[in-house]
């Protein structure tokens, strides 16, 4: 595993917010958050855009996850559970997305906006590994943005993370752990 930065990259920080907390995860969800906010604090520090996103709603197609569920169409998320993290300390310059998919750029303007930054690069983490975080790198490499996945500030359901780290995400990116990312800013 190694991750290279790009000389303008953006941390994507996907759905760390009030209604993931509790969840069994492969890695205690405590840390996965101290460790995103360590990011986006050292993100900040050097004036790299930092991407807070947030889901509020489910996409409206039909799945065997929703069918099973009994349900049908798009489902809202309960606002209680759409606020971010008081421990990311959101910030005015960052940019907030909110998304009603399961990757952040398909229902979202948030190609345009990190275009418009001249980012070539995402750096991300957050939950869940093989949903959101999984499903947004695809996007963004599909768009041409390198990808780079921290795969110690992520997490998901042990069985679907590994899965995930192991056999999808070096497909469209690379991997490294925060300490691996911390590193590389600290040498710019």
């Keep these: 595993m190694s991750i290279e930065l790009d000389p303008t990259p953006a941390l994507v920080v996907i759905d760390l917010q009030t209604g993931i907390l509790g ?13 995103a906010a360590a990011l986006a604090r050292a993100f900040r520090a050097r004036r790299l855009p930092v991407v807070l996103v947030n889901v509020v709603a489910t996409a409206p197609g039909r799945t065997e996850r929703t069918k099973a569920m009994n349900l049908s169409g798009s489902q809202t998320i309960p ?16 940019i907030t997305v909110t998304k009603r998919t399961l990757g952040a750029f398909g229902s979202t303007d948030l190609d345009a906006r990190l275009r418009s930054l001249g ?30 996945f921290v795969t110690d500030a992520m997490t998901d359901a042990a069985e679907a993370h590994e899965a995930s780290v192991s056999l999808q995400l070096p497909k469209i990116g690379e991997l490294g752990t925060t300490d691996d990312v911390l590193a590389l800013l600290d040498a710019r």
């Design 23 to 35: 969840q069994p995860t492969a890695h205690p969800i405590d840390g996965v958050v101290s460790r």
């Design 119 to 148: 980012v070539t690069q995402i750096v991300l983490v957050g939950v869940a590994t093989s949903s959101g975080v999984e499903s947004t790198g695809r996007s963004a490499h599909e768009l041409g943005y390198d990808v780079a």
């Design 79 to 94: 606002e209680a559970g759409t606020r971010l993290l008081d421990e990311l300390d959101q910030q005015p310059t960052d």
